[in-house]
């Protein structure tokens, strides 16, 4: 496969776990979950639909998945799904940002 699919396929799947991310959170925060938290389940979320696609689709790897890969893989999307849930909780919460507008501001900080 070309380097330029890849890059096409790879953008494709982020742009798909980005939608989802978003889609998990203003689920849950319509739905009275805080927002510290529909913000985590949203990254963690659209960070599993982009690894799975990013492997599978973009480099069409289909080797088992391993555990040190896993771990790898889990860390920092749990970091960075914190870190974006305590932006979130501050931009929402205490400064009254809306939680669409805040999300924009506090991924382009945390990511």
Do not use: W
């Not at 849950?28 to 979950?33: N, P, Q």
């Not at 849930?85 to 009254?96: D, E, P, T």
């Amino acid at each position: 496969m070309s380097r330029k699919r890849q890059i096409v396929l790879a953008g494709a799947g982020s742009t798909v776990g980005t939608l989802i991310d978003l889609a998990v959170l203003v689920l849950l925060v319509e739905h009275r979950v805080p927002v510290g938290s529909a913000a985590f389940c949203g990254a963690i979320a659209g960070a599993v639909i982009n690894f799975v696609l990013g492997k599978y689709v973009a480099f069409r790897d289909h080797s088992p998945i391993r555990a040190a890969q896993l771990a790898r893989f889990g860390l920092v999307a749990v970091a960075t799904a914190a870190l974006l849930a305590v932006a979130m909780h501050v931009a929402v919460i205490q400064l009254g940002v809306p939680y669409l507008i805040a999300k924009l501001a506090c991924a382009a900080l945390v990511f």
